[in-house]
């Protein structure tokens, strides 16, 4: 499927590194091979020559007991198995053989005197081992490093450019930080593609986003200023308390229409501009939001109590502070009947509640579990969104007819 396969890779840098390592290791035993016949025929030489003009002869042989020395003949006598014997007191190693139809006993001994290492030497010769593994064994470990970080290079190549990339504020040339071509024809390289591939695509998402919105604010509220004053004009004229009705409910009409097209704007909009680290007070904004809709409580008797405990300020998007507000406070100025208030609007240092109580019909076609889920009336879905944007928490919260509707910071 690929050229140059990522696993191929991982496997060829670990063939490499252990092959390197046996080629080491069986040099080091062939060394010590070599070390240890080029001793012992040193030693064998060395005492011959002190021994000179009388070259002792090594290994013996003995055909009977008698001839042998008198330190193995107590041994001897006990009739022992064929095979290879030592004693390192008397550093004679012993080899017992038959021969001849007899059956005989025939005895081959190798005097190791003076041949053979002292115990000291065999301590400095096991410390020299034990410092030659530990080096080939610090080398084999350094070695598979190396070896596995040029395998696994592109992997924490495209890792470290992909975190480089800020993910909350994407710009239109990060796809071209990838650069895919650079990572090979293997599965690095089409990880690499893919990534590349979709940053590109959502950067064009995110420059429609902004095209569309700053589009849409100018086409959309050009027609809403068009009609305010439009508005403002048949104010001024002469008209019969029929059309202050109408005119009236043209301007409500509209204002919703502004309202609507803000929190939409307000929610497609990817970037902020600045206006989500804004400090406002809350307080402004709820009564703002009451006198806007207090003409859905014409023909009403119901009271809005307005409890304000604190006079808490915001850190974020004012404007979607208010649509949400604006929005609960609606609800439930709409969907309370008559006589089944008051509604209060409780005011605290981290938290605004606004609690109603709904009518018998909207009970029973809403059962509490729904009522959480969805509410009564429309935009609390909206409200739950925007409050996720600026780091806000909405919880709606239905016991029989009492609802109460609580916006967090």
Same mark, same amino acid.
């Not at 006598?77 to 038959?98: C, N, S």
């Not at 429609?208 to 050009?222: I, K, Q, V």
């Given at each position: 499927?690929?050229?140059h ?8 840098a670990?063939?490499?590194?252990v ?11 062939f060394?010590?091979?070599r ?5 012992v025929?040193?030693?064998?030489l060395?005492v ?9 002869v090594?290994?013996?042989?003995y055909n ?10 107590e041994?001897?006598?006990?009739k022992?198995?064929? +095979?290879?014997?030592?004693f390192e007191?008397?550093e004679? #190693? ?13 005895f ?6 003076g ?7 065999d ?9 030659v593994?530990g080096?080939? +064994?610090? =080398? +084999?470990?350094?070695l ?6 040029r ?6 190549? =495209? ?5 480089d990339?800020d993910?909350?504020?994407?710009s239109?040339?990060? #796809? ?5 071509g ?10 690499a ?5 979709t940053?590109?695509r959502i ?17 959309l ?13 048949l104010e001024?004229?002469?008209l ?5 009705k ?15 097209i803000e ?5 497609a909009?990817e970037?902020d501009? +600045?206006?989500y680290?804004?400090?406002f007070?809350v ?6 939001a009451i006198?806007q809709q207090r003409? =859905? ?6 009271d ?12 974020g998007?004012?404007q979607a502070?208010f649509i ?5 406070v ?10 089944q208030g008051?509604i209060?609007i409780?005011?605290e240092e981290h938290?605004?509640c606004v609690?109603n109580?709904?009518?018998?019909a ?15 009336g429309?935009?609390?879905g909206i409200?739950?969104?925007l409050c ?7 919880? =709606? ?5 009492r ?7």
């Amino acid at each position: 499927m690929f050229r140059h396969s990522l696993r191929k890779h991982v496997a060829i840098a670990f063939a490499i590194c252990v092959a390197l390592l046996s080629i080491a290791w069986g040099f080091a035993f062939f060394a010590a091979i070599r070390l240890s016949e080029d001793r012992v025929l040193t030693q064998q030489l060395q005492v011959a020559a002190q021994s000179y003009p009388a070259i002792p002869v090594n290994p013996r042989a003995y055909n009977s007991l008698a001839s042998l020395p008198e330190s193995l003949r107590e041994w001897a006598q006990t009739k022992p198995a064929e +095979g290879l014997y030592e004693f390192e007191a008397e550093e004679l #190693h012993v080899a017992v053989l038959f021969s001849g139809n007899a059956q005989q006993q025939a005895f081959v001994v190798f005097d190791v005197a003076g041949i053979e290492a002292a115990s000291s030497e065999d301590w400095w010769l096991l410390l020299v081992i034990t410092s030659v593994v530990g080096t080939l +064994g610090t =080398l +084999g470990f350094g070695l598979g490093i190396i070896v596995m970080r040029r395998a696994v290079a592109p992997v924490v190549m =495209l890792a470290k450019v992909v975190a480089d990339i800020d993910l909350e504020h994407l710009s239109d040339d990060d #796809h071209k930080r990838v650069e895919s071509g650079q990572f090979g024809d293997d599965e690095v390289g089409v990880l690499a593609e893919t990534i590349e591939k979709t940053l590109e695509r959502i950067s064009a998402f995110v420059a429609r986003e902004r095209y569309f919105t700053s589009s849409a604010s100018h086409e959309l509220r050009t027609p809403i200023t068009v009609i305010t004053g439009a508005l403002e004009l048949l104010e001024q004229s002469q008209l019969s308390a029929a059309d202050v009705k109408v005119l009236d409910r043209v301007r409500r009409a509209t204002l919703d229409m502004k309202t609507t097209i803000e929190m939409f704007l307000c929610l497609a909009r990817e970037t902020d501009d +600045g206006l989500y680290d804004e400090q406002f007070l809350v307080m402004p904004l709820v009564d703002k939001a009451i006198e806007q809709q207090r003409y =859905l409580l014409n023909g009403k008797f119901l009271d809005v109590e307005i409890d304000k405990y604190a006079s808490p300020s915001v850190c974020g998007h004012p404007q979607a502070f208010f649509i949400a507000v604006n929005n609960l406070v609606r609800n439930a100025f709409e969907h309370t009947l008559d006589a089944q208030g008051p509604i209060t609007i409780r005011i605290e240092e981290h938290e605004l509640c606004v609690t109603n109580q709904v009518s018998s019909a909207a009970d029973e076609q809403h059962s509490p579990s729904e009522t959480a889920s969805q509410g009564y009336g429309l935009g609390l879905g909206i409200v739950q969104r925007l409050c996720e944007r600026n780091g806000w928490s909405f919880l =709606l919260h239905a016991e029989g007819k009492r609802v109460v509707a609580r916006l967090a910071w």
